[in-house]
């Protein structure tokens, strides 16, 4: 299956295509540019037989006061799933489901969120991000790549087409909670 996993941002998103659970593509774009691409990207002769899927990380309440950012993150959130033009392929998901599905619990970090995903593609950031001269599957995934990444993941493991491979908590895994 085909996956576009996003992490909305607000005022640049980060995109990941992934095939099963190989990147096959990445962008990093100021919103009104990631608005047109998903618009392009949602057209159905732009389709090709294929019917992909968007993947949003959900914006959630931690119960904490929240800014500015955090609106216009939920703002371009809401413009990307409607230039997508396909509720029927889309979905979001929350960053707790994110951290149980990858790392067993809800109280994962970002760093351990990165090193499972590192495990994964590698093992270890040497052979899953390589080098210049020998590039591993990760080469170039930087900065809010690596949540769009963790995203789409989580929902080709969800939906059972990808097993998390390459860690030691597989067993951990067992307990996230399906996506609906």
Same mark, same amino acid.
């Given at each position: 299956?085909? /996956?576009?996993?996003?992490?909305?941002?607000?005022?640049?998103?980060? &995109?990941?295509?992934?095939?099963?659970?190989?990147?096959? $593509?990445?962008?990093?774009?100021? =919103?009104?540019?990631? +608005?047109?691409?998903?618009?392009?990207?949602?057209?159905?002769? *732009? &389709? !090709?037989?294929?019917?992909? %899927?968007?993947?949003?990380?959900?914006?959630?309440?931690?119960?904490?006061? @929240?800014?500015?950012?955090?609106?216009?993150?939920?703002?371009?959130? #809401? +413009?990307?799933?409607?230039?997508?033009?396909?509720?029927? +392929?889309?979905?979001?998901?929350? %960053?707790?489901?994110?951290? %149980?599905?990858?790392? $067993?619990?809800?109280?994962?970090?970002?760093? =351990?969120? %990165?090193?499972? &995903?590192? =495990?994964?593609? $590698?093992? #270890?950031? !040497?052979? *899953? @991000?390589?080098?210049?001269? *020998?590039? #591993?599957?990760?080469?170039? /995934?930087?900065?809010?790549?690596?949540?769009?990444?963790?995203? $789409?993941?989580?929902?080709?493991?969800?939906?059972?087409?990808?097993?998390?491979? +390459?860690? !030691?908590?597989?067993?951990?895994?067992?307990?996230?909670?399906?996506?609906?």
């Amino acid at each position: 299956m085909i /996956v576009y996993a996003l992490d909305p941002g607000d005022t640049r998103s980060a &995109l990941v295509c992934l095939h099963g659970d190989k990147l096959t $593509g990445m962008h990093f774009l100021l =919103n009104a540019e990631m +608005r047109d691409f998903l618009r392009e990207a949602g057209r159905p002769d *732009a &389709l !090709e037989h294929h019917e992909p %899927r968007l993947v949003i990380e959900q914006i959630a309440s931690m119960g904490m006061a @929240v800014g500015e950012t955090v609106f216009e993150t939920c703002f371009w959130s #809401g +413009r990307f799933a409607e230039a997508w033009g396909h509720d029927d +392929r889309l979905a979001r998901v929350p %960053r707790v489901l994110v951290k %149980r599905t990858l790392c $067993g619990t809800h109280q994962a970090k970002d760093s =351990n969120i %990165r090193t499972v &995903l590192l =495990n994964h593609y $590698g093992p #270890g950031q !040497e052979r *899953a @991000v390589g080098t210049k001269k *020998a590039p #591993g599957p990760l080469y170039g /995934v930087k900065k809010d790549l690596w949540a769009a990444l963790a995203v $789409g993941l989580t929902y080709q493991i969800q939906k059972g087409h990808v097993t998390l491979g +390459r860690t !030691e908590i597989l067993e951990e895994i067992a307990g996230a909670r399906p996506l609906d």
